[in-house]
């Protein structure tokens, strides 16, 4: 079983690289507008194509996945990950970039269908702590980036390289990977709940749908958040423009701390389906003084908590319905993850026709509606949890 721990170090190692990936052509706006003899809007559709490619193939990846195995995708998908960083910037024609776009967004349902189970599986007693990692090297990742792309600029390096950094990581861990034994089907039962009994079958059309609705809500909150929270500060409270982009910086910090602190207290006394329902009850009271603060200190610190209780919310949903549905963990991540997907190519159009119509306010007004939606699923999901795990109600069925 240690040996197999080597798989989950290989996966975390492709979402540090990752999480510098999937804003790579936001990031690189600038060069590739001009590389491309094209606007912000051309590409803003690489990463639309990029997303459609994610969103077309997670839930046949995932299912996949199931079948023949999670190392074939995780391999797979850090290779071609690899090969969509290279060929952007290496693309002799904005149509050659599309097809490399879409071949990220494959390379990302491929790395989700598999890197999601293998880590579950990796570590059967604490699942939630070891998806809720695999956040922090993405928020790592996404850190790192910028400071990258800066040096890059400073010292006139070819733009190109902030592509191929993670590429080469990413290529270094794709032969390590292959190199190493992944969990076998004997973890796979194991990961099960870490021996937990249920006392009657969990029911998708339930419990499933909604951790399905948290898989939306969640990452919803974070790609609004994420957009509009400068925004809000800026035209509504009527912050500076470089204090109120300052603000992402608070809230990303906030995320940070969140993780790891949510990792240690899941490996000790919390419960993952405690997490669902408690974050987004305070992130709900953290917008709403958001919205109504009157001081910058208090700006700040509701930033600040907003990013704490966004941050992992998805991925432990995607720890809970693999407990529940542990044969298929494979399928339930491809479910969930195009949710998640729906949620990240539909909110921004969504807040833009809202803001046509109203101002800023009128999109957290719209995030507030989405964050009570998200409780109520938590709700629903926590109820059917107390009520599966039930000792005594097991023992008299088992009785009976």
């Known amino acids: 079983m240690m040996k197999s721990k080597f798989a989950a170090i290989g996966c975390y190692i492709n979402y540090l690289a990752f999480g510098m990936a999937y804003i790579m052509i936001a990031q690189n706006m600038t060069f590739l507008t001009e590389k491309f003899n094209t606007d912000n809007a051309g590409v803003s559709f690489l990463v639309s194509a990029y997303g459609i490619g994610r969103l077309a193939s997670l839930y046949l990846s995932g299912a996949a996945s199931d079948k023949f195995g999670r190392k074939p995708f995780v391999v797979l998908g850090a290779i071609f990950c690899a090969l969509f960083l290279i060929g952007i910037p290496l693309s002799p024609n904005y149509g050659i970039a599309l097809a490399f776009a879409v071949l990220g967004g494959l390379a990302n349902a491929f790395l989700d269908a598999g890197t999601y189970p293998t880590l579950m599986e990796s570590f059967p007693k604490a699942a939630g702590a070891a998806t809720v990692i695999n956040k922090a090297f993405i928020s790592v990742g996404s850190l790192i980036l910028p400071f990258m792309i800066s040096f890059f600029i400073n010292h006139n390096i070819y733009f190109g390289w902030s592509f191929f950094v ?30 937990a009994t249920y006392s009657e079958k969990p029911k998708f059309h339930i419990e499933g749908l909604a951790l399905v609705g948290i898989g939306f809500t969640a990452p919803a909150l974070l790609y609004l958040m994420n957009i ?75 930033a600040f908590v907003i990013g704490f209780s966004l941050a992992g919310v998805m991925q432990l949903a995607l720890s809970v319905i693999c407990e529940f549905f542990w044969k298929n963990k494979g399928r339930m991540t491809g479910i969930l993850c195009t949710a998640t997907s729906s949620a990240t190519a539909g909110i921004p159009f969504v807040t833009g026709m809202i803001t046509r119509y109203t101002d800023v306010s009128g999109v957290f007004v719209f995030s507030l509606m989405i964050n009570i939606l998200g409780i109520l699923f938590a709700i629903i999901v926590n109820v059917r949890y107390r009520k599966l795990t039930n000792p005594a109600r097991a023992c008299v069925e088992q009785a009976a």
Request: net charge positive.
């Open 228 to 302: 509009w929270l400068p925004v809000y500060a800026q035209e509504v409270l009527g912050m500076q423009l470089t204090s109120s982009l300052k603000l992402l910086s608070y809230y990303n910090i906030g995320a940070f701390i969140s993780v790891i602190a949510v990792a240690i207290a899941l490996k000790t006394w919390l419960k993952p389906v405690h997490v669902l329902l408690g974050y987004p009850i305070i992130s709900a009271i953290a917008t709403f003084a958001f919205m109504n603060a009157t001081s910058t200190a208090l700006t700040i610190a509701c």
């Open 166 to 195: 993670p590429a080469i990581i990413l290529l270094a861990s794709a032969v390590f990977l292959f190199t190493v034994k992944f969990p076998s089907s004997e973890s796979r039962a194991e990961g099960k709940t870490a021996g």
